[in-house]
Nanobody, 122 residues
Framework: EVQLVESGGGLVQPGGSLRLSCAAS????????MSWVRQSPGKGLEWVSA????????DYTESMKGRFTISRDNAKNTLYLQMNSLKSEDTAVYYC???????????????WGKGTLVTVSS
């Protein structure tokens, strides 16, 4: 059974940082690309970032380039999202998602975690 468990969310002040983690199990982690997606209060899902199977190809939504960094540790079956210079508009539930192939954006996302809440507020 595929399981994706996010952690690391919480309350942070504007300008602060957080690192999210996603522990994966139930599949061969290093065979698949992974993504982060978020949902802000009252809004739809927004794709944040993706990383291919071995981490040498990453992609970001334009508004997050330079502030967020996606990475993965295939030895630990864990996906990360380092978020710096956080803004109030980054407040959202952040989900990790398994992609359907080794490279992102080709096959879509087929499994999702339950999410972790990030609140950016003073």
């Amino acid at each position: 059974e595929v399981q994706l468990v996010e952690s690391g969310g919480g309350l942070v002040q504007p300008g602060g940082s957080l690192r999210l983690s996603c522990a994966a199990s139930g599949f061969t982690f290093d065979d698949y690309a992974m993504s982060w997606v978020r949902q802000s209060p009252g809004k739809g899902l927004e794709w944040v970032s993706a990383i291919n199977w071995n981490g040498d190809n990453t992609d970001y939504t334009e508004s997050m380039k330079g502030r967020f960094t996606i990475s993965r540790d295939n030895a630990k079956n864990t996906l990360y999202l380092q978020m710096n210079s956080l803004k109030s508009e980054d407040t959202a539930v952040y989900y990790c998602a398994k992609e359907g192939g080794s490279e992102a954006h080709y096959y879509g996302m087929d499994y999702w975690g339950k999410g972790t809440l990030v609140t950016v507020s003073s």
